[in-house]
């Protein structure tokens, strides 16, 4: 039964179709970002599996995944994609440790140097420059080199070992170091000093996690089902709510004509005389009435109407687009019906008074034909010298 576990047999199973699509024309179904995404889960791939291969002290196997995920973080530069400057240090310190495992004293130095050049603190990158320019002979340019390290990791046994053995060499007084005492460090609040608990500059960069926004946890892509996978796996764009903002729309409408209790309409224009006077009678009355048009035969009633005259009314839907007034009325309330007196405030007093003299009776077509019959008769008694009993 073989020892490697699932997690890693998914690990290399990815690795090898995600070399095998970056190397292949295919253009890829997604997103510029979602490419980025796929391109940092590669080379995260690779660096924990040269980890892997690393513990296992196969120095020539693990230098192959990390200088892989070096070269794909170069190709991804073409790709307008941008490798954190972090990850291509900790796959350079590694594929140091196989250089240096492998006795590969100048490519140990090229990539010390090109550590150095981002981060000139980097303790681990000083320690292999210092070892491999001690092994070449450069004593004081390797004395150098760990006298930084030394500073800023003192109580590490392989520095402090390389120091003597360099002090030695050349000449220099070997001094025992001093330790501060634990109940000292804890008494100063704020201290910097750096603190060598499981760590020395001997051991590789650990694994890389993956982060949390990223959505792929293992870039597995086969190219025969690449649709598929990438629909499963890709990050789904988060979908932002909409927010529907509905506006109060009135629709506008002539207002509508007076209404009399023959049926005739007529639009509420009345002349100055009758404004100017509290009371309309006799001859004005007449005169309103003759101005009134003739009306529908099926809109007359056939009987004499007594009681108040109708109002005018107006549909809800009217031409206000005053702002209080929308703002005060909430949504599916019942808008009052607006009266006569709410479009025509001047005229309210004349009309009401002109309405109540018009209660007492109503004209029909009907009366209207007897009464000019009557007139002519008299007429033509008055002719003949007759008198009419009236």
Known sequence: MSSVSEERRKRQHSIKEGLQFIQSPLSYPGTQEQYAVYLHALVRNLFNEGNDIYRECDWRGSLIQYSEALSIANYAKSEEILIPTEIIEKLRINRIACYSNMGLRDEVLEDCNAVLSVNASNCKALYRKAKALSDLG????????????????????????????????????????????????????????????????????????????????????????????????????????????????????????????????????????????????????????????????????STLVRGPLPTASAAPSLPFRTQSLLGTLPMGTRYPEPSFADFFPPLTSSLEEFYSSLNSFSVTESKREIYSEEVENRGLQDDRGEGIEW
């Open 138 to 301: 450069h004593y004081r340019e390797a004395y150098d080199a760990v006298a930084k390290c030394s500073l800023a990791v003192p109580q590490d046994e392989h520095v402090i070992k390389l120091t003597q053995e360099l002090a030695q060499k050349l000449g220099f007084k070997i001094r025992k170091a001093y330790v501060r005492a634990e109940h000292l460090l804890k008494a100063v609040p704020g201290d910097g000093a750096p603190k060598a608990v499981n760590y020395s500059v001997e051991d590789i960069e650990p694994d890389l996690l993956a982060p949390r926004q990223e959505a792929l946890s293992v870039a597995s892509l086969p190219t025969s089902s690449f649709s598929h996978v990438i629909g499963s796996e890709l990050a789904s764009v988060p979908i932002m709510p909409v927010t529907s903002v509905l506006q109060l729309q009135v629709d506008e409408s002539p207002l509508p004509s007076t209404v009399f209790a023959n049926g005739g309409k007529i639009p509420f224009t009345i002349s100055d005389a009758f404004l100017d006077d509290d009371i309309v009678l006799g001859d004005e009355i007449d005169a309103l009435l003759d101005s009134a048009p003739e009306t529908n035969d099926a809109v007359m009633s």
